[in-house]
């Protein structure tokens, strides 16, 4: 079947302006994680969503970084005001529930502020 | 922080050789797991152990877990250069929302020469 799927691919932006990465999970996931991934950096969580609960967006780096998930599927990842230090990869991943389950991992979109 | 360090940060040998990874971790785990991530984009599972297994076998691979030490090995036995990837393992982290996500470490670079 079809995997995590994420768009666009790359994303090149100027600094101030406002980005909106997506991402399609696995159909029937009931767990979508966003990581960032910084050059030659392990992967940095930044926001979980289970389910229809609240989620949890502990690992958010600033208030410029929102993220919301539609009817429990496809996930936007908003990054407002970008700025230089935004750049890297920001990946998504899909589990069938949380509890430190597999994750099914998108091929990320590559994010470059100029 | 990281929960899992991996070691070496980089490793390069020639095809037909074993490699040998190390991941060191703080807490107590639920499951270890490793995954690799060719080219900076998506990561890919490989494997999972549970907290009560010694060791576990798929493929090429295998995999160590010593819970007294907190510490897991992965093997590659006759690498390819096809293995040439970034590796990563990831502990289960409880967060204050109640739910558990996995986090990774930085990685070891695999490099396997023809």
């Known amino acids: 079947g079809a995997g995590v799927s994420q768009s666009p691919s790359n994303k090149v932006t100027e600094k101030g302006k406002d980005v909106e990465l997506r991402c399609d999970p696995i159909?029937?996931?009931?767990?979508l994680y966003w990581y960032r991934q910084s050059l030659g950096q392990g992967l940095e969580f930044l926001i979980y969503?289970?389910?229809?609960?609240?989620?949890?967006k502990s690992g958010l780096p600033s208030d410029r970084f929102s993220a919301e998930r539609t009817g429990g599927s496809v996930s936007t990842l908003t990054i407002q005001r970008t700025q230089q230090e935004d750049s890297a990869v920001y990946l998504c991943?899909?589990?069938?529930?949380?509890?430190?389950?597999?994750?099914?991992f998108g091929p990320g979109t590559r994010l470059t502020v100029t | 922080s990281q929960q899992g360090e991996e070691d070496p940060q980089a490793l390069s040998i020639q095809e037909g050789e074993n490699a040998t990874m190390n991941c060191s971790y703080k807490?107590?785990?639920?499951?270890l797991q490793w995954y690799r991530q060719n080219s900076g984009r998506g990561l890919v599972h490989l494997i999972l152990?549970?907290?009560?297994?010694r060791e576990k076998h798929s493929g090429r691979l295998r995999v160590t877990l010593d819970t007294s030490k907190k510490s897991s090995s992965l093997l590659i036995t006759a690498s390819r250069a096809a293995d040439t990837a970034s590796y990563f393992c990831?502990?289960?982290?409880?967060?204050?929302?109640?739910?558990?996500?996995?986090?990774f470490g930085k990685g070891t670079m695999l490099l396997v020469s023809p």
């Open positions: 991943a899909s589990s069938t529930r949380s509890g430190g389950r597999e994750q099914y």
């Open positions: 159909s029937g996931h009931t767990a």
């Open positions: 969503f289970q389910g229809n609960s609240a989620p949890d």
């Open positions: 807490t107590s785990i639920n499951n």
């Open positions: 152990i549970r907290s009560n297994e």
């Open positions: 990831a502990t289960v982290l409880w967060r204050n929302s109640g739910y558990s996500t996995l986090t």
